[in-house]
């Protein structure tokens, strides 16, 4: 268990870039965990999850406004989705971006929506770069002030291995069963 943190330690700020230009919340927790241990710098990660957050968003409206055709063929299956995050954004306006970076399974798709709308870009980096900074606030310190408990769990999984897929598969299931949820075509 010690090598696994050792490891992740060394290349952790780099894990920690490139997991955070998706959204990912797993590298802020574990880079949390990590400070709570000593191995890395929490003020660091912080600032670098937050950068690469906020960057990934950016590149997915860049993307999503100036090479619409590109993104349009890669959406095709995800046309609902796409018609989802629009209503959020009517009804919840710009919180939704602030939002968004809390909600797995729409972290992506409302950058890119906004960015196929004539939404003022300035606005959207207000709340973008409002909101990645509230994330990785949130998820740096709430993960660095309850790492000793979830060291333990860590702990707990690698002495009883089988409880992980148990995990993992509730977690697939009820985001499943979300999306499927709230991407169903509402019949009247």
Known sequence: MEDTFSNLATYGYIGLFLYSLGGGF????????????????????????????????????YMARYQKGIMMEGLRKHRRKLALAHLLLKKHDSWIIVVQKFIYGIKTIIPITIGLTKYDFKKFAFF??????????????????????????????AQKPWIAPIILITFGTTLWFYMTHATKKKVK
Do not use: Q
Not at 30 to 37: E, H, I, K
Not at 141 to 148: L, N, Q, V
């Open 26 to 61: 797993v590298a802020i927790v574990a880079a949390g965990v990590l400070s709570y241990m000593g191995k890395m710098d929490l003020g660091l990660s912080i600032f670098i999850a937050f950068t690469a957050n906020a960057m990934g968003s950016f590149l997915l409206f």
């Open 128 to 157: 973008n770069i409002f909101g990645a900074a509230l994330w990785a606030l949130v998820f740096g310190f709430g993960s660095y002030y309850s790492g000793g408990f979830l060291v333990k769990m860590a702990e707990t999984v």
